[in-house]
């Protein structure tokens, strides 16, 4: 089956795709039997911003599947199989409570990334997220929210979450990516003790996260004097903390004390952290 040109993709309409992502980007085409055979064999190898857009796009693949009388026996068992793989995967009563470090990674410049990959960004996204889920499971981390271009772990352990960074940003570094593009990610970590409902963390600590990954550059790994101090009693090792003061962080009331993450393998040298 010959791959659709950006010509020949621009001239379907968007009913010819399962998915539609908020950005507009297309996926799995289902135009023609041979295309609906090939997204019901790729549907688990797409990142989908939720598990809304995830539902939308299986069932446009199974109407689609039934309109040119393709019985998705494997599918629908693989789906099973999946769902209860993510159930269990996400169950909130199976998460870390207590004091706990969260991760939070974002894509750097992802809107220019998308603009110069077109549709190629789907599978740069993809790879990226591989990436980032096998140093998070080696280091006992909890996938626990994904959307857009963002990444939401938790860890028992805050040592494991910086080496699980460093990792990730490691690896990130010695990938080849299309057209020589450079796709780098920010990462914040902070240690607390959020509250966990039924579905999932909330808290303070979640906000703290998420502001420190907003004011770190790509391939920098930042953490607060929580996760500072939280490392310094697991003690990885080959791991050094450079202190970078004081920032205030937005919804927060008292600035706090950050650090740059630093190993080999890792840039550096990095221009002042941004504004939140």
Known sequence: MARLTAKERAKLPDSAFAY???????RLPINDVARVRAALARFEQ?????????ERARKR????AKKF???????????LESERALGARRG???????????????IEGSTTLLRRLGDGYG????????????????????EIDVRADELFAVFEDAGAAVEAAVEIQRSLAAEVWPDENRVRVRAGIHSGRPTLTQTGYIGLAVHTAARVCTVAHGSQVVVTEEARSAVERSGPAGLRLRPLGEHHLRGLADPKALFQVEADGLLAEF???RGD
């Open 61 to 64: 693949l199974l109407n689609a």
């Open 92 to 106: 909130p009563a199976a998460l870390p409570t207590g004091v706990v470090t969260f991760l939070m990674t974002d």
């Open 271 to 273: 221009p002042p952290l």
């Open 20 to 26: 539609i992502d908020a950005r507009g980007r297309r």
């Open 69 to 79: 009388g393709i019985v998705p026996v494997g599918f629908v068992t693989g789906q």
């Open 123 to 142: 599978d740069v996204l993809d790879r990226v997220r591989a990436i980032q889920r096998r140093s998070i499971a080696r280091r006992g981390g909890r």
């Open 46 to 54: 797409v990142h989908f911003e939720d598990d809304a857009a995830r």
